[in-house]
């Protein structure tokens, strides 16, 4: 199966990035290409991209080639200091997609989605040692409960994580089709709920611990932020809530100054900020993207510039 991934919020990701001729910028989940292609076509510019996925970073190079692009497999967390390694000490703008590729999802193989039955799996990176089988398999009914709760905001986590760990005592975990069963086997059905979105929360929540998918985010951020030209973007796109908070949270720190108490006649704490929002709320795709690419649905676009 061809590496795919379709773009989103694209006129709104280049557009938002302000993209300037002769400067660096940085997609930090390149995927596919497909906003790296958009951005290299929209100025002269120079092009770092980060994966952990090594197919993304095969296809990239592919489809980037005779650019002036420069590809590195490795997590995007990692990507401030990978690019001082390479004396790239200011960049101009970056971009982060924090979307599953339609390829992992769709690839059975992958174990992401539960519309295949495929051998549980959902790691990005390929060369990782923690999977979803592991987790499943191996971690305990708090451990499992916690998990479900905190990543996958589900009500139900109690009683599928005691659903997972009675039903390996019997039988070893091995697929998503499985799962799935699992999970159903231990939410109440009702009127307007058949228990997918049991599932897909439940599968979500996995997924992200899996990954560390939550772990260093902010962090992150504030290193990029830091990296930034006066005047350069960070641009993330978010689909979920989780990560949405915390880009929200840490750009609206990042863009507050005094913090003194209001009845203070001056300020004495001496914080000034170090970014300005450029979206007070985030951009979500149109109803003609969502028709086209219903992945779109979900995807929420914060912009922040360097003061």
């Known amino acids: 199966m061809e590496f795919s991934h379709i773009p989103v919020l694209c006129e709104s990701v280049i557009n938002g990035l302000n993209i300037r001729d002769k ?27 980060f994966d952990q996925d090594a197919e993304a970073i095969k296809v990239s190079k592919k489809r980037l080639e005779g650019k002036n692009a420069f590809l590195i497999k490795d ?37 992401f989605s539960f519309r295949f039955d495929s051998p549980l799996d959902m790691r990005m990176d390929q060369d990782a040692t923690l999977d979803a089988q592991t ?8 451990e499992l409960k916690r998990v479900i709760k905190d990543y996958g905001e589900e009500r139900f986590a109690s009683s599928i994580a005691k ?8 039988e070893k975990i091995l697929t998503t089709k499985q799962l799935e069963k699992i ?3 231990a939410v109440p059905r009702y009127r307007g709920n058949d228990g997918s979105s049991n599932v897909q929360r439940t599968f979500q929540a996995i997924r992200i611990e899996v990954n560390h998918e939550l772990e260093g985010l902010d962090k992150f951020i504030r290193e990029m932020t830091e990296m930034l030209e006066k005047g350069g973007r ?17 750009f609206k720190d990042l863009a507050t100054g005094c913090i003194c108490p209001p009845d203070l006649p001056v300020c004495v704490c001496g914080r000034k900020p170090v970014a300005k929002l450029v979206t007070t709320h985030p ?14 649905s979900s995807a929420k676009l914060r912009i922040l510039e360097k003061l």
């Open 135 to 142: 987790v499943v398999n191996t971690y305990s009914e708090s």
């Open 163 to 170: 659903k997972i760990v009675l039903s390996r005592s019997k």
């Open 75 to 111: 997590n995007f967390k990692n990507a401030p200091k990978r690019l001082k390694e390479l004396g790239v000490n200011s960049v101009a703008g970056v971009l982060c997609d924090l979307g599953v590729s339609s390829y992992q999802i769709d690839t059975p193989q992958r174990g």
């Open 183 to 185: 999970i159903l086997s």
């Open 23 to 49: 400067k660096t910028y940085v997609d930090c989940t390149i995927g596919g290409s497909g906003h790296a292609l958009m951005m290299l076509e929209k100025a002269n510019i120079t092009l770092y991209g």
């Open 283 to 296: 951009i979500t795709a149109s109803e003609e993207e969502i028709k086209s690419n219903r992945r779109s």
């Open 234 to 250: 960070l641009a993330i796109i978010s689909f979920h809530s989780l990560e949405d908070r915390i880009v929200k949270h840490t």
